[in-house]
């Protein structure tokens, strides 16, 4: 599964709250 520190957009995850799975699921969309 995905990390915390997975970068997307160059916006580090890590630094954003906690996204549920399915919240994490439509940003890899």
Not at 1 to 29: A, Q, R, Y
Request: hydrophobic letters at 40%; one cysteine or more.
């Amino acid at each position: 599964m995905v990390t915390n520190k997975v970068e997307i957009c160059g916006v580090n995850t890590s630094k954003l709250p906690v996204l549920s799975n399915d919240e994490m699921k439509d940003l890899m969309i």
